[in-house]
């Protein structure tokens, strides 16, 4: 009799340990989610402020000219960073899939796992976005700073409107050229005039 009440006990007690097993264990899982999206929603708001970033770069970015030293990389490197961003929004978007579907394993263990992951990657992608967003800003800093070495030439069109003036040329002199217009003038009329005496 002793040993079927021992017996009973031990199931009961199972039971019981099963039964409240079975209740803490979704509530776990829920509270683990939660807590994952929680996080992942802030690192969404991380990511709009690293894409509203790049599209500050990018707009300054057009600003510099085709013909700026180191265009060409740093060209480059903001093309990464922007991969990077939207990579990262993709995280963040397919994450309540991604949680869902680890906790429908029923496994804490395979929830927290696939939760480190998650957040682990949006970190790491997040400071390779901000690293390389810094090295395009420096960039643009030195290239907009740097010191103009010739003006620009006037472009057809945005000539003055008033052009200068020429001096008006010099006025000849009249004193020696009257008197050699004289001489010149009087030198025939004598001429003729001794020419056409008639002798007596």
Known sequence: MNIFKRQLSSAVLLSLTLMVGGCEKPADLGRM??????LVKQHGKDVDLLQRRADALMARGRNVGSDAPGISDAGRILSEA???IDQLRALVSSAPTTIGNAARTNNSD?????SDDLVA?????EVAAR???AAVDNWLMSVENRPTTAA?????GNESPNPPVPPAPAAPETGSGSGAGSAAGSAPGSATGSGAATPK
Not at 33 to 38: D, G, I, N, Y
Not at 110 to 114: K, M, N
Not at 121 to 125: A, D, H, P, R, S
Request: charged content about 25%; aromatic content about 0%.
């Open 152 to 156: 620009a030439p006037a472009t057809p």
């Open 82 to 84: 922007r991969s990077g």
């Open 121 to 125: 990657k949006l970190k790491t992608g």
């Open 131 to 133: 690293s390389n967003l």
């Open 110 to 114: 395979e929830v927290q796992r696939v």
């Open 33 to 38: 989610q939660e807590e994952t999206l929680a």
